[in-house]
C-alpha cells in the first residue's frame, strides 16, 4: 500500500536561511509526487510535482525537490526563505493507473523566524 | 483561469438544518473532489467524482451527500450533522483519470461550524 512520511512535524528555521522538509515515500509502483503548501485559514496551493523525467523539479516561490528513487524520498528545499514562507506544508503521492486518490503526509510546520 | 471556487466561506448551522457547499471550476477538469480537513491534520478525502459520475466514497456518513450538477460544478449537501463534523471542506478539481496530469487544485475551502 502507498504510504508517505513527512519526518518533522516542525521546522523552526531563522530568515533568509536554507531550509529542507524532508518527505519519503512507500510504493510498489510508479509513482506521481507533489508539495502543497497551506497558509493560515486557506486551501492548498501546488507548489510543485514530479511526474516523470528530471529528477530536480523546480516549483513556485523559490523551492525546489530531489525525487530520489533509491532512498524513496521527494524532499523540499529552499536556499533562504522568508517570513512569508511560513505555512503548512504537505507531502502528497499517487500512482499512475490510480490517480484519483492523493496520499497525503502528515504536514511539517515550516515556522520561518526575524 | 486555474482557479476552484467555493461558497460560502464560513458556514455555522445547527445539528438539525440542512445546507449545501458550493464549488465550481473553469478549467475543463473531469475529475472533482471533496475533502474533510480537521486542525493540524492533512486533508481526508470523501468524495471523488470521474466524468461526473460517483467513483469514489471512502465509506462517508449520509448525512453528508455530493452531487455533480455539470462538469463544472460540484455540491456538497449537509443534513443533521454532529458538532464533530466542524472542519475546513475543502473541493478539488483535476484533469482526470488517463489525462497524464494527475496534479489537484483546490479551492481556499469552506470553514464549517456545527453547534
Known amino acids: 500500500a502507498q504510504s508517505v512520511t513527512q519526518l518533522d512535524s516542525q521546522v523552526p528555521v531563522f530568515e533568509e536561511a536554507p531550509v529542507e522538509l524532508r518527505c519519503n515515500y512507500s510504493?510498489?509502483?510508479?509513482?506521481?509526487l507533489f508539495w502543497y503548501v497551506q497558509y493560515p485559514n486557506q486551501g492548498l496551493q501546488l507548489l510543485l510535482k514530479?511526474?516523470?523525467?528530471?529528477?530536480l523539479v523546480k516549483g513556485i516561490n523559490g523551492f525546489e525537490a530531489e525525487f530520489n528513487k533509491s532512498q524513496t524520498s521527494f524532499h523540499l528545499r529552499k536556499p533562504s526563505v522568508h517570513i512569508s514562507d511560513t505555512a503548512e506544508y504537505f507531502c502528497?503521492?499517487?500512482?499512475?493507473?490510480?490517480?484519483?486518490?492523493?496520499?497525503f503526509g502528515a504536514g511539517t510546520r515550516l515556522a520561518v523566524h526575524p | 483561469d486555474t482557479e476552484v471556487t467555493q461558497t460560502p466561506k464560513h458556514l455555522v448551522m445547527g445539528m438539525t438544518n440542512k445546507k449545501s457547499l458550493k464549488c465550481e471550476q473553469h478549467m475543463g477538469h473531469r475529475a472533482m473532489y471533496w475533502y474533510k480537513q480537521k486542525a493540524k491534520k492533512p486533508p481526508e478525502l470523501m468524495f471523488v467524482?470521474?466524468?461526473?459520475?460517483?467513483?469514489i466514497n471512502e465509506s462517508v456518513p449520509s448525512r453528508f451527500s455530493p452531487e455533480c450538477p455539470n462538469s463544472s460544478l460540484l455540491n456538497l449537501h449537509l443534513h443533521a450533522l454532529q458538532p464533530e463534523d466542524s472542519a475546513l471542506y475543502l473541493c478539488?478539481?483535476?484533469?482526470?483519470?488517463?489525462?497524464?496530469?494527475?496534479?489537484?487544485?483546490f479551492g481556499p475551502g469552506t470553514r464549517l461550524t456545527v453547534l
Open positions: 478539488a478539481s483535476s484533469q482526470g483519470s488517463g489525462s497524464g496530469r494527475p496534479e489537484q487544485f
Open positions: 502528497a503521492s499517487t500512482f499512475s493507473g490510480g490517480y484519483n486518490k492523493l496520499i
Open positions: 514530479y511526474l516523470s523525467g528530471s529528477t
Open positions: 510504493s510498489s509502483v510508479s509513482v506521481y
Open positions: 467524482y470521474s466524468y461526473e459520475k460517483l467513483s
